[in-house]
């Protein structure tokens, strides 16, 4: 049997095991961090990655610390966290943050695939740049071995979310003092072109 993922113990009724909750705050999230202990040194360590069914893939360079050691099936804490707003009380002690967040726990996976491994770092790409993959310049054989591609199981994943106004405590009510909320957002600008792309135009997937 399976062990169930461990819901938050504050505030579990902000906290969802609903596959229906959690895939879109990490299709919505471009990076998440991944936290482990190895030799007894704690390590966290923020990457890129996408979310395909039921897994999470990222990747790295074959001779990097990082994903050797995860290679190696350590257990790991995958966290993201998506901020909405920034919820202002009347009180310092009652501020709060509107979020969506999710946290994993799950063992590495090497994907060893050479087909899985080449759709992953598509889907990976497609992630970060939307319509990207057929307009770059293929990667090659040698790239490609020189990538580790991992996954990470979402059996074990929970999420948590806050909404809304202030809980502002009823005699705060009364008092003078704006509460509310400031919206957060986080949005793609305008692309810049590097030295060598001045001459060429913006292509289709980046306007």
């Known amino acids: 049997m399976k062990p169930q993922p461990l819901l938050p113990s504050r505030a579990p009724k902000k906290a969802s095991l609903e596959k229906e909750v959690i895939y879109p705050i990490l299709d919505e999230a471009l990076f998440c961090i991944i936290s482990y202990v190895q030799d007894g040194l704690p390590f966290s360590i923020p990457t890129s990655f996408v979310r395909h069914e039921d897994k999470i893939y990222i990747h790295g360079s074959v001779g990097s610390h990082?994903?050797?050691?995860?290679?190696?099936?350590?257990?790991?804490?995958?966290?993201?966290?998506?901020?909405?707003?920034?919820?202002?009380?009347?009180?310092?002690?009652?501020?709060?943050?509107?979020?969506?967040?999710?946290?994993?726990?799950?063992?590495?996976?090497?994907?060893?695939?050479?087909?899985?491994?080449?759709?992953?770092?598509?889907?990976?790409?497609?992630?970060?740049?939307?319509?990207?993959?057929?307009?770059?310049?293929?990667?090659?054989e040698s790239e490609v071995r020189k990538t580790t591609v991992l996954a990470f199981s979402l059996d074990q994943a929970s999420a948590k979310a806050r909404t809304g106004m202030p809980n502002d405590e009823e005699e705060d009510r009364k008092l003078e003092i704006w509460s509310g909320i400031i919206p957060l957002e986080q949005k793609r600008l305008a692309p810049i072109a590097d030295d060598h792309s001045q001459h060429i135009a913006l292509p289709k997937h980046l306007r």
């Open 66 to 140: 990082f994903i050797r050691s995860l290679e190696t099936g350590i257990p790991v804490c995958i966290t993201v966290m998506l901020v909405d707003a920034l919820v202002v009380a009347r009180s310092a002690f009652s501020h709060s943050v509107n979020y969506k967040s999710v946290v994993v726990f799950a063992t590495g996976e090497k994907i060893e695939s050479p087909d899985l491994k080449w759709d992953s770092l598509e889907w990976l790409t497609e992630k970060i740049v939307p319509g990207s993959w057929d307009y770059l310049r293929p990667m090659s």
